[in-house]
C-alpha cells in the first residue's frame, strides 16, 4: 500500500534555512514527476516545485523562486526540498506527491517561520 512520509520540518526564524524530505513506502518514485505542495492555514493547497523524473528538469512557483531547491534520489526513493531565505509566508503544511497529486496524501511536515 501506497504511503507517503513527509519530514524536516519545524519552527525556524525569517531568513533561516529547513531542508524537507519525502520518502514513499509501498510505490516507487521511479520514472514519476514528483512535486512538493503546501497548504497554509485558512487556504487551499498550492504548487510548490516539482521535478522531473530524471532530476534534470525543475519548476518553481513564483514565490519560492530562487529560494526553494527539489531534487531527488531515486535509489534511496526520496525527494528532497531544501528551503532558504524562508519568511513568514512560507508557514504551511508541506506535502510531497506525483505532480498532479493522484497519489494518497501523507500526513505533511509543519513548517512554522517567525518574524
Known amino acids: 500500500q501506497l504511503q507517503l512520509e513527509e519530514s524536516g520540518g519545524g519552527q525556524v526564524q525569517a531568513g533561516g534555512s529547513l531542508r524537507l524530505s519525502c520518502a514513499a513506502s509501498?510505490?516507487?518514485?521511479?520514472?514519476?514527476?514528483m512535486a512538493w505542495f503546501r497548504r497554509a492555514p485558512g487556504k487551499e493547497r498550492e504548487f510548490v516545485a516539482m521535478i522531473n523524473s530524471s532530476g534534470g528538469r525543475t519548476y518553481y512557483a513564483d514565490s519560492v523562486k530562487g529560494r526553494f531547491t527539489i531534487s531527488r534520489d531515486n535509489v534511496k526513493n526520496t525527494v528532497y526540498l531544501q528551503m532558504n531565505s524562508l519568511k513568514p509566508e512560507d508557514t504551511a503544511v508541506y506535502y510531497c506527491?506525483?505532480?498532479?497529486?493522484?497519489?494518497?496524501w501523507g500526513q505533511g511536515t509543519q513548517v512554522t517561520v517567525s518574524s
Open positions: 506527491n506525483v505532480y498532479g497529486g493522484t497519489w494518497p
Open positions: 509501498g510505490r516507487t518514485f521511479t520514472g514519476n514527476t
